[in-house]
Nanobody
Framework: QVQLVESGGGLVQAGGSLRLSCAASGRAFNSYAMAWFRQPPGKEREFLAA????????NYADSVKGRFTISRDNAKNTVYLQMNSLKPEDTAVYYCAANPYDSIWIRIGKRYDYWGQGTQVTVSS
């Protein structure tokens, strides 16, 4: 079992930055690929970024490539999402998730075994 808790969300003006954190507890965090998803109000959940267990490889959705950066610190059992140049359309609940396949190419949520509770990000115009 892996428990995930996101933090770092909040209200920010367009053009601003936020860094989300996802703290993991439980065994074998460093054997899971980790990802960030988001769900805007009234819309479906969307894949954003993923990182391998070692942190050596990453994958991004086109909508955030160049603005968001995923990273992880296995010593701290934490994965991060640095979000820059935020836009109002980035407003959503942001979730971290873990998949046991150690693949950064999985963008389907149901392939992820563990999820956090989500953190709200609101970007004002």
């Amino acid at each position: 079992q892996v428990q995930l808790v996101e933090s770092g969300g909040g209200l920010v003006q367009a053009g601003g930055s936020l860094r989300l954190s996802c703290a993991a507890s439980g065994r074998a965090f460093n054997s899971y690929a980790m990802a960030w998803f988001r769900q805007p109000p009234g819309k479906e959940r969307e894949f954003l970024a993923a990182i391998t267990s070692s942190g050596g490889s990453t994958n991004y959705a086109d909508s955030v490539k160049g603005r968001f950066t995923i990273s992880r610190d296995n010593a701290k059992n934490t994965v991060y999402l640095q979000m820059n140049s935020l836009k109002p359309e980035d407003t959503a609940v942001y979730y971290c998730a873990a998949n046991p396949y150690d693949s950064i190419w999985i963008r389907i949520g149901k392939r992820y075994d563990y999820w956090g509770q989500g953190t709200q990000v609101t970007v004002s115009s």
